[in-house]
Every structure is written in structure tokens, then in C-alpha cells.
């Protein structure tokens, strides 16, 4: 294995709180090279006060031509890690080919429940006692990729969405620095040594 850092590229869409605690960790084995968003946002304003790269790539109407353009940005770099922090796009079929085994997400549910962008609202909606946060490798489909990690987040009685989302993201913040701290490349993929939780 390398002594060289890893190199991970962060795809974000907003405020980018995933984004900060994974550049805040500055005894992590890793480095961030390039933070990249679908859109202007505060993400990309956190990267650049933290000295990272960053590059917008908007989406377009032609969606295949928008996912080219996003591996061509990405590949770029050439990480060895995709974290995507609160993106909120699929990711296509061309960087999937560049980038599946390397891409992982973060979600606010506890996979295979509540997969999309509203399973904080789906988790009390059906009035769950438990919820949390998964990992998971990306692939072709929402939030069905191979599930890396989870953490266990408890619903508390008179829990808002805004309320159970902040302990939700807690959860996701520690998540994705412990495991990223554990990641190393091993035939062509990205895995995580050692156990989370």
C-alpha cells in the first residue's frame, strides 16, 4: 500500500457540514483535491477559504452530456476516493464507468429504508423509534449501492425534522471521517480497514 495520502474528491450541492468535518479532520490520512457542485453554493466557498480546488459543473438539459463533463472534471485529479457529501444529483452511466468502486455516499436513513431526498421526513412520517445514516458504494440506481457502514440515530419524542436532521448529520459527520481514516485502494476499489461501529 502507498504512503502516499489519498486523494478524494467531494461532490456537494450546499452547505457543505460534510464537507467541513472531513477537511476539518487535519490528522487524516488523506487529502482533499478538489471539491466540485452541480451549483454556486456555500460548499464550494468552504472549499476555497480552505485552499482546496473547486469547479461547478451545472447541470444541463442533456443529462448525459452534464454526467461527461462531471467525470472529465473529476477525473482530472485522479482520486483514489468520490465522496458524495450531499450531492444531489444520480450519477450517470460514464462516471459510474470511470468511478464505481471509488464513489461513496452519505444518507440520512438507515439503507434500504427511506432511499431519495426526503427520507428524514419518510423516517417520522412512518413513525420509526430508530433512523440514522448509511454509506454505501454508489451505483445506477438511488441509494441501492452496497451499504459500507451505518450508525444508529434514535427518535426522541417531539423530534422535528430540523431536530432529528442535526443528530442525523452529527451521526453522518463522524461516519464519514472514521471511515475515510480506514480507506485504502485494493483491486481497483476503494475499501475501509477495520470496523465502524
Same mark, same amino acid.
Given at each position: 500500500?502507498?504512503?502516499?495520502?489519498?486523494?478524494?474528491?467531494?461532490?456537494?450541492?450546499?452547505t457543505?457540514?460534510?464537507?467541513?468535518a472531513?477537511?476539518d479532520?487535519?490528522?487524516?490520512?488523506?487529502?482533499?483535491?478538489?471539491?466540485?457542485?452541480?451549483?454556486l453554493?456555500?460548499?464550494?466557498?468552504?472549499?476555497?477559504?480552505?485552499?482546496?480546488?473547486?469547479?461547478?459543473? +451545472?447541470?444541463?438539459?442533456?443529462?448525459? !452530456?452534464? $454526467?461527461?463533463? /462531471?467525470?472529465?472534471? %473529476?477525473?482530472? *485529479?485522479?482520486?483514489? #476516493?468520490?465522496?458524495?457529501?450531499g450531492?444531489?444529483?444520480?450519477?450517470?452511466p460514464?462516471?459510474?464507468a470511470?468511478?464505481?468502486?471509488?464513489?461513496?455516499?452519505?444518507?440520512?436513513?438507515?439503507? +434500504?429504508?427511506?432511499?431519495?431526498?426526503? !427520507?428524514? $421526513?419518510?423516517? /417520522?412520517?412512518?413513525? %420509526?423509534?430508530? *433512523?440514522?445514516?448509511? #454509506?454505501?458504494?454508489?451505483?445506477?440506481?438511488?441509494?441501492?449501492?452496497?451499504?459500507?457502514?451505518?450508525?444508529?440515530?434514535?427518535?426522541?419524542?417531539?423530534?422535528?425534522?430540523?431536530?432529528l436532521?442535526?443528530?442525523?448529520?452529527?451521526?453522518?459527520?463522524?461516519?464519514?471521517v472514521?471511515?475515510?481514516?480506514?480507506?485504502?485502494?485494493?483491486?481497483g476499489?476503494?475499501?475501509?480497514?477495520?470496523?465502524?461501529?
Open positions: 500500500m502507498s504512503s502516499q495520502p489519498l486523494s478524494v474528491v467531494v461532490l456537494v450541492s450546499g457543505g457540514s460534510l464537507l467541513k472531513i477537511l479532520d487535519t490528522a487524516s490520512p488523506y487529502r482533499v483535491d478538489l471539491v466540485v457542485a452541480d451549483q453554493c456555500a460548499g464550494i466557498e468552504r472549499a476555497k477559504n480552505a485552499g482546496v480546488s473547486t469547479a461547478v459543473v +451545472p447541470v444541463e438539459a442533456d443529462r448525459a !452530456a452534464w $454526467d461527461a463533463e /462531471l467525470a472529465q472534471t %473529476v477525473a482530472k *485529479t485522479r482520486p483514489d #476516493v468520490v465522496v458524495s457529501a450531492f444531489m444529483r444520480i450519477l450517470g460514464e462516471f459510474l470511470k468511478f464505481e468502486g471509488h464513489t461513496i455516499n452519505t444518507h440520512p436513513s438507515l439503507l +434500504p429504508a427511506f432511499p431519495g431526498a426526503h !427520507a428524514v $421526513d419518510d423516517a /417520522l412520517d412512518y413513525g %420509526v423509534k430508530v *433512523t440514522g445514516c448509511t #454509506v454505501h458504494y454508489v451505483d445506477a440506481g438511488m441509494d441501492t449501492g452496497e451499504i459500507i457502514a451505518q450508525r444508529a440515530v434514535r427518535v426522541e419524542e417531539g423530534d422535528t425534522k430540523s431536530t436532521h442535526e443528530r442525523i448529520k452529527q451521526a453522518e459527520r463522524e461516519q464519514i472514521d471511515l475515510l481514516r480506514r480507506a485504502s485502494i485494493s483491486n476499489k476503494v475499501v475501509f480497514n477495520g470496523n465502524s461501529d
